[in-house]
């Protein structure tokens, strides 16, 4: 019975292994169909995000079905509650993908456009870190999981910078206006999805050594 129950905790890791891939490849393809200003490359966006959005209800649905009938301790319930929180989280990004896919399109019928500034080096970076913290969760890493954390400071800083870039651009140059509203948008979205990155690399800290970080509870706890 209890190898049953861990082998079916390894298919649950699985699929949400699966999910954020799928979550990494909708955000990948929508800053994609940004740069090349592609509507039918954002239009693939919001098919993956239905299917992020099935595979959330499924793992939900699994975790609570887990929770009900197995009534598991330790690591293994951290391991379940952390699981539900993330596949939320991964559907957030979903829906950050789907913003920046919808940007996307309104951004590939202006005619008045330049260079994405900052945004791509941003996204790179946003990336990586949803890729690691991803990583960081399956592997048990807290160690990686706590650099990740500290990651954010980055991007609120290329966030803040493109702010400032474009903020002049649309004084200087009203035709760009449009171009320049879409890019602060992709930027803030972008923003949401480093904010969600670290919560997962909060969720990996949690299942790894049972401590809960969100809102530096950590450092009120007078933890090491």
Not at 6 to 17: G, P, V
Not at 18 to 43: H, I, N, Q, Y
Not at 193 to 200: K, P, W
Not at 214 to 223: F, L
Request: hydrophobic share 45%.
């Amino acid at each position: 019975m209890e190898r049953h129950f861990h082998q079916d905790l390894e298919a649950l890791r699985d699929r949400l292994s699966d999910m954020a891939g799928r979550t990494e490849t909708a955000l990948v393809k929508a800053m994609e169909a940004l740069r090349a200003r592609s509507a039918d490359l954002a239009e693939e966006v919001f098919q993956e995000d239905l299917a992020i959005d099935r595979i959330e209800l499924e793992i939900e649905g699994s975790c609570l079905n887990f929770l009900g009938l197995q009534q598991p301790v330790a690591r293994d319930l951290r391991f379940l509650v952390a699981s539900i929180r993330i596949s939320n989280d991964l559907e957030r990004i979903g829906d950050h993908a789907v913003n920046i896919a919808q940007s996307a399109i309104k951004v590939s019928r202006l005619q008045h456009v330049k260079p994405l500034q900052d945004i791509p080096l941003m996204a790179e970076r946003t990336i990586s870190m949803l890729r690691e913290s991803v990583t960081a969760w399956l592997i048990g890493d807290a160690v990686v999981a706590r650099r990740i954390c500290e990651r954010d400071v980055e991007i609120d800083g290329l966030k803040a910078k493109i702010f400032a870039k474009l903020s002049g651009m649309m004084v200087q140059e009203p035709d760009m206006v449009p171009w320049a509203l879409e890019l602060l948008l992709v930027s803030r979205n972008l923003e949401r999805v480093a904010d969600l990155s670290t919560n997962l690399a909060e969720e990996a800290i949690f299942v790894a050594e049972a401590r809960v970080i969100k809102h530096h509870a950590e450092e009120a706890s007078g933890a090491p």
